[in-house]
T-cell receptor, first 113, second 113 residues
Framework: NAGVTQTPKFQVLKTGQSMTLQCAQD?????MSWYRQDPGMGLRLIHY???????DQGEVPNGYNVSRSTTEDFPLRLLSAAPSQTSVYFC????????????FGPGTRLTVL | DQQVKQNSPSLSVQEGRISILNCDYT??????FLWYKKYPAEGPTFLIS?????DKNEDGRFTVFLNKSAKHLSLHIVPSQPGDSAVYFC????????????FGAGTILRVKS
């Protein structure tokens, strides 16, 4: 199993550009989520999904969209990038309700100029 | 308002000695606590967890203690090894919040040889 994979590893955008961060898992996990990590703030939840076709907002959803058309994939879209979205983004998955351990991907480091 | 706080940004310990990482929380509804370890350029990995109905959980060199009355938990690493040098995140969950986790800001542990 590859676990949770994320692409790209690094990305530089200009303000106003859009892009999609990819996340995939091959563990057949129901639950997937996106976090951003900023210095001194830990990991903050952006969006999450409890299964294919179901998504919901986390703590800091503004400026981001998600969709979950398959169990495996959970892409994160930046609609119009802003410098405040400069961060490291992590995707994570959990087997399902009642399980606690989240498996994280390696992260995407995004810089918005 | 940070519900999970790690007040020590960094900790330096000599190899072979005990490392104690602390975490405080404010929400009495949290029912499960987890510690994650993160190396540079990698995603967080699950280390150890504890249910709110317990006060101690041990796994090899790692022990987590929970003091519910003080809303405090701590991670003990004995003996500390240079490979333990990483960022440690405390996280908490409560059932009504689903599988979403609330993370602390992290503590950088440096184990000197």
């Amino acid at each position: 199993n590859a676990g949770v994979t994320q692409t790209p590893k690094f990305q530089v955008l200009k303000t106003g550009q859009s892009m999609t961060l990819q996340c995939a898992q091959d563990m057949n996990h129901e639950y997937m989520s996106w976090y951003r990590q900023d210095p001194g703030m830990g990991l903050r939840l952006i969006h999450y999904s409890v299964g294919a076709g179901i998504t919901d907002q986390g703590e800091v959803p503004n400026g981001y969209n998600v969709s979950r058309s398959t169990t495996e994939d959970f892409p994160l879209r930046l609609l119009s990038a802003a410098p405040s979205q400069t961060s490291v983004y992590f995707c994570a998955s959990i087997r399902g309700v009642g399980y606690n351990e989240q498996f994280f991907g390696p992260g995407t480091r995004l810089t918005v100029l | 308002d940070q519900q999970v706080k790690q007040n020590s940004p960094s900790l330096s310990v000599q190899e072979g000695r005990i490392s104690i990482l602390n975490c405080d929380y404010t929400n009495s509804m949290f029912d499960y606590f987890l510690w994650y370890k993160k190396y540079p350029a990698e995603g967080p990995t699950f280390l150890i967890s504890i249910s709110s109905i317990k006060d101690k959980n041990e796994d090899g060199r790692f022990t987590v203690f929970l003091n519910k009355s003080a809303k405090h938990l701590s991670l003990h690493i004995v003996p500390s090894q240079p490979g333990d040098s990483a960022v440690y995140f405390c996280a908490a969950r409560y059932m009504e919040y689903g599988n979403k986790l609330v993370f602390g800001a992290g503590t950088i542990l440096r184990v000197k040889s």
